[in-house]
């Protein structure tokens, strides 16, 4: 199959958000508004495809920008073969794994499909399906930080999964998903440390791998939402998952132990808006899928943030007090909750 020529970009508002499987560090998902309310024109097509109910944005490439399933995820088919980006949770890597398979004809009782898996960064809610995606794809990706810190997760993704049935059966997911989140809940006890974690590290910016005729591109411009960020670039098809880096409309989850940097997040930024124009297709990795104005959305939260606190220290304000604050540009944003987290960390940036 050949994938068209870029298209004019897609949006579209995802669904209310429900309570997730504490598996990444942003732990349950919280409610959230988005960037805007979009016009009937900008919806996508209607057609919903899979078991997973996939948003068509070009044809042979599809996307979940769902907040009741973790993480966004991309999947992309080209002659005969896949690529999926994230893999959500653990009660939910089968069914994204089926989707795959069926969109390429493949047999999953099989050693090997033709499927390639990247993570954009270790998180759980993007690599919790690891486990069952890794040992039947064909190559498997990750920045090289993040292969330890996905190794070290697996009793989180063992307890996910374990939880998997009963966190589904408490939600309106639909009854699909449901053989597959008990076959993870089977299955998880023979997980190993290997079992999640992908085969192959990138290291720096700018590596290229092949989709049959697709190119697809990985840059790595530093320490930004963790040490091991990924961007996904398709160059032809005129589209961008950034991963973490952007949280569209909501607040941007700030992980002490992931080695963040609110500079670095601002740099890397940048960089990922550089490979956009005005058609770009843009997949956050929480939030609606829109254009390129949801990173320059996120470059001036951070902008001003940085500028906020620093005027804050200047003027001797304590940090305890510089925490509780807020400023304009952060209301109406969702994930309220972890709001505190992230002008912490920047307080803790700029005084280190």
């Given amino acids: 199959m050949s994938i068209s020529a870029s298209q004019s ?13 504490s598996l990444a560090a942003l732990g349950a998902l919280p409610s959230g508004a988005f ?12 057609e919903m495809v899979g078991i997973m109910g996939w948003t068509m944005l070009q044809p042979g490439i599809m996307a979940l920008a769902d907040p009741t399933m973790g993480g966004n995820t991309m999947l992309v088919v080209a002659e005969g073969k896949a690529l ?3 893999t959500k949770f ?9 989707d795959a398979a069926d969109r390429i004809e493949a047999d999953t009782t099989k050693d090997r499909i033709d499927l390639t898996l990247i993570n954009t960064h270790h998180h759980g809610d993007h690599t919790g399906g690891n486990a069952i995606v890794v040992p039947i794809a064909s190559a498997s990706y990750a920045h090289a930080n993040a292969l330890p810190r996905i190794r070290e997760q697996l009793d989180r993704y063992v307890q996910g999964a374990k939880a998997g049935p009963s966190q589904l059966a408490r939600t309106k997911a639909p009854e699909a998903f449901m053989p597959f989140a008990k076959a993870a809940a089977e299955a998880c ?15 720096g910016s700018g590596n290229t791998l092949s989709l049959g005729k697709v190119v697809v591109k990985t840059h790595h411009f530093g320490v930004g939402h963790t040490d091991n960020d990924l961007v996904i670039h398709l160059p032809e098809q005129n589209i961008v998952h950034t991963g973490d880096l952007v949280f569209s409309g909501l607040h941007p989850f700030f992980d002490s132990s992931a080695n963040p940097s609110a500079q670095g997040w601002l740099e890397s930024l940048t960089q990922t808006r550089k490979l956009c124009n005005a058609e770009t297709t843009v997949i956050p990795g929480h939030g609606g899928i829109a ?26 304000t304590s940090r305890d007090e510089i925490v509780v604050m807020s400023w304009d540009f952060m209301d109406g944003l969702g994930f309220e909750q972890i709001r505190g987290r992230i ?10």
């Avoid at 006890?189 to 290291?203: D, G, L, S």
């Fill in 9 to 21: 970009r897609r949006a579209f508002l995802a669904q209310s958000v429900l309570g997730s499987v």
């Fill in 35 to 46: 960037a805007r309310v979009l016009q009937p024109s900008e919806m996508p097509d209607p």
């Fill in 84 to 86: 999926l980006i994230d």
């Fill in 90 to 98: 653990p009660h939910l890597g089968g069914a994204l794994l089926q």
């Fill in 189 to 203: 006890e023979t997980w190993t440390e290997k079992t999640a974690v992908p085969k192959i590290a990138i290291n």
């Fill in 291 to 316: 254009g390129p104005e949801i990173i320059d959305t996120q470059i001036s939260y951070f902008e001003q943030l940085i500028a906020q606190v620093q005027i804050e220290i200047d003027k001797g």
């Fill in 343 to 352: 002008v912490a960390g920047v307080y803790d940036e700029l005084t280190s």
